[in-house]
C-alpha cells in the first residue's frame, strides 16, 4: 500500500505538471491515451502505468481501482489530521514557551532597571551622607572648642571673683578694724595705747589703695588717720568715721554687685554648657548614624552592582532562548505549510482521479492494447 501511494503520488504530481503545461484541455480517447503516454515517459508515472496495467490485465473491476484510489485518499487525509494536531501542539508549546521566556526577560529588565535606578539614587545619597559626615566631624570639632574655651573662661571668671572677693573681704574687715579704732579714740583712749593697731591697719589700707578701684575712698581716710597720730580732733574722728562707713557700704555693694555678677555668669555658662553638651550628644549620634547609614549605603551599592550583572546575564539568557524558541517554531511552522500545502496538491490531484477515472480508464485500455 505505502508502494503504491508513493508512485501515485509521484504520478499525480506528473499529472498536475503536465495539466499546468498544457495550453488546452484534452479531449476524447486520444486525448487521454496521450495524456498517459505523457505520464508513461516518467520513471514513477512508468512504474504506476505498469501496476495499473497488471489491475487492468487481471481484468480488475473499475470498483476496485476506485476503491484503492479512495483508500490512498483517505491514507493522505488521516496524515494531514495527525499533521494538524501536532502542529496545534507545536504551536500550544510555543506560545507557551515564548511566553514564558519573555516574562523570563521582562522580570530581569525590570529587576536590572530598578537595580541601576537603586544603583544611582543610593551613591547620590552616599556622596550627600560622606558630605554630611565631614560637616558633623567639623561640627564635633567646633562644639569641642567651644567647650573647652568656655571651660577655661569661667574657671578663670571664678578664679578671679574669689581673687576679688577675698580682696574686699580683706578690705571690709580692715575698714571694720579702722572703725574699731577711731571709736576707741571717740571714746577717749590715746593715740599712743593704739599706735601700734594703727599701723597695722594703716598698713592693709595701703596695700589695699594698691590694688582697689575706690582711691578715691581710701586717699583721705589714710591721710586722716595719719593726721590722728599726730591730734585726735573730735571733728575729725567723726568725719574719719563717716568716710569709713561710706566705704564700707561701697564695698559691700560692690562685693554683692560682684557676687550677683559671678552668680550671672555662672548660670549663664550652665546653660551654655548644658546646651553645648546637648549639641554634642546630638552631633555624636547624627556621626554615628551617618557613619551605619553610609554602610549601609555601601552595601546596597555593592549588591545593586551584583543585581545588576546577575539581571542582566539572566535576560540575555531569556532573550537567547525566545529567540531560539521563536525561530524553531518557525521552521516547524513553515515546514508544516509546506507539507499542508503538498499534501492539498496531493489530495486535489487524486480527487480529480476519481472522479474522471472510468472516463480516463477506457482511453488506458485502449493505450495499454496498443503498448503491448
Partial sequence: MRRTLTLLVACFAIISSVSANQKAPLKGAQDVKSFFAE???HHFGNSLISLLAVHTAAGSPVDEIDVLLAQIRQELIDQQASDDEANRTNQANC???LTQFDQE??????????????????????EQAEKDLAATITAIGVNARRLEEGQQTRDSQREQYLIRNDDYDQAIQAVDEAT?????LKSGSSFAQLK???????SKLNEQLKNSKHSHLYTPIIASL?????????EQVKRILGLLAELRTNLVSNK???QATEEQQAADWARLKADLEAERESLLSRRQSLESAIETYKRIIQESIEAIEYHTVEYEKANDNWNNE?????????????VTQARSRELDIISRLIEHFETKLRGLKEYMIERL
Fill in 39 to 41: 505520464i508513461d515517459k
Fill in 95 to 97: 506560545e507557551a514557551l
Fill in 105 to 126: 526577560r521582562r522580570y530581569h529588565a525590570t529587576e536590572r532597571d530598578n537595580a541601576q535606578t537603586r544603583l544611582t539614587e543610593t551613591q547620590a545619597a552616599l
Fill in 180 to 184: 574699731t579704732l577711731v571709736q576707741h
Fill in 196 to 202: 601700734g593697731r594703727f599701723q597695722k591697719v594703716q
Fill in 226 to 234: 595719719t593726721q590722728l597720730a599726730s591730734k585726735a580732733d573730735q
Fill in 256 to 258: 554683692a554687685s560682684e
Fill in 326 to 338: 521563536f525561530e524553531q517554531c518557525q521552521v516547524l511552522s513553515r515546514q508544516y505549510i509546506l
